[in-house]
């Protein structure tokens, strides 16, 4: 695929993110490829979004100076991994008039299908970010469902991209695995930095869930989903309740599977009622007073390709007790959370040791955990190594520090747009 002739050094290429939903209730993605939009556009980039919207997971969000090119879900789009000739023809007509560039955000569903047909029919380049879909668990976890999509179309999307964008270097591992030799731009997710005087208070909650009162808050808050180890955090919580009785689990996040059934009926059969509260999705001040006042964030998952909500802890300066399953060894290295092996023991230890610690030290954990999201996770600097990325790939510029190559691709030139090797 041969890119349209690009002006060298354009000051303000017009980039689509594609995604299949920016609902509020369908979990990180939606929250991280919005708040890109919005943050390209301060970096003279002309931010499109092409997304769909399934209006039964809550309202779109919102990205500032970012055109949206949205387009309802049909029953037929719901229950067919978004489907939708509509939206296809859409997205042909605006790539053929506007873009330079189509940024894919995910796989397995036809919009991510829609953004490959619309790059090469154009002549345009493809960037495409797998969203942690091709992990070893993501790839294992019903695989019988992904087996037809990946011979229709997933590994002919994947081979038509310019470039890929990983979040972590795990991630960015993880794509070699597979034998794709692209370039990688290694650029983690962002995160905005809240003001410690405009946190809101604990009562905010409290008057939902009045069994918060007069208890120290362990928050759990992502997606209700077997991936993220729920099961051996109530196991683990069962044990440690008749020692730490004045803590309180909070499990907050969508229930897109109907999990949270199984869960429940687990928390019924270790009689912990009283020690757990499911409060579904929270957002805006239910969000931040949840995180806000967290004494401490646990998040067991098995696998995340970065893990935005153990940021967005740590920008709230709330300690995180996290996997290896996550690219989070930083909670290590700066002293501000627990990074430990996926299993029940080792979420044994490190929540027994948080919950022993004073309040104090851990707010000194938490304050640590902020300083290092504000140097190294704040949305400026994201925004800019990936309009970097950008200029790039459009031809003009030096590849930028973030760009990792394989030994056996053939040399890109700057401009790539018009030198690919696939």
């Known amino acids: 695929m041969l890119a349209k002739e690009l002006k060298p050094n354009i000051k303000q290429p017009h980039i689509c993110q594609v995604v299949t939903s920016i609902n509020e209730h369908t979990g990180g993605t939606a929250y991280a490829v919005t708040n890109l939009a919005e943050s390209l556009t301060k970096q003279q980039i002309y931010s499109h979004l092409f997304t769909l919207n399934y209006q039964q997971r809550g309202k779109q969000l919102l990205a500032e100076g970012v055109k949206l090119h949205s387009h309802t879900a049909t029953t037929l789009t719901k229950y067919f991994r978004g489907f939708q000739p509509i939206a296809s023809q859409a997205m042909q007509q605006l790539a053929s008039l506007e873009l330079d560039l189509i940024h894919n955000h995910g796989l397995w569903m036809f919009p991510n299908l829609y953004a490959r047909q619309a790059a090469v029919k154009n002549e345009l380049p493809l960037i495409i970010s797998p969203e942690g879909m091709l992990e070893s668990w993501s790839l294992k976890n019903n695989w019988y469902k992904k087996a037809l999509p990946w011979f229709l179309y997933e590994r002919k999307n994947l081979n038509s991209a310019i470039a890929f964008h990983a979040t972590s270097t795990e991630e960015a591992q993880s794509i070699r695995k597979l034998g794709f030799k692209q370039p990688i731009a290694l650029i983690p997710n962002g995160v905005n930095i809240p003001s410690f005087e405009e946190q809101p208070s604990k009562e905010i909650l409290i008057q939902t869930f009045p069994e ?65 509260t499911f409060t579904g999705m929270l957002s805006g001040e239910y969000k931040a007073s949840a995180l806000s006042n967290a004494d401490l964030f646990v998040l067991p998952t098995h696998s995340e390709n970065f893990g935005i909500v153990i940021a967005e802890s740590l920008a709230y300066g709330v300690p995180v007790i996290t996997t290896r399953g996550t690219p989070w060894k930083d909670l290590q290295l700066h002293k501000c959370g627990w990074w430990i092996d996926d299993n029940q023991q080792s979420l044994h230890i490190a929540l027994n040791e948080a919950m022993n610690m004073s309040s104090e030290e851990r707010q000194g954990m938490g304050l640590r955990g902020r300083n290092l999201v504000e140097t190294k996770y704040s949305w400026n600097f994201v925004a800019r190594d990936m309009a970097n990325v950008y200029r790039w790939i459009l031809g003009g510029t030096e590849p930028p520090s973030c760009l990792q190559f394989n030994d056996s691709l053939v040399a890109y030139t700057n401009n790539t747009g018009r030198n690919r090797n696939k």
Not at 216 to 245: A, C, Q, Y
């Open 212 to 276: 918060l009162a007069d208890k120290k808050w362990l928050l759990f808050l992502s997606r209700i989903h077997p991936k993220k180890g729920m099961d051996n955090l109530l196991n683990v919580w069962h044990s440690l309740t008749t020692k730490f009785s004045d803590w309180h689990l909070i499990i907050a996040g969508p229930d897109l599977t109907g999990y949270q059934s199984k869960l429940e009926a687990l928390v019924e059969k270790l009689n912990l009622k009283h020690y757990v």
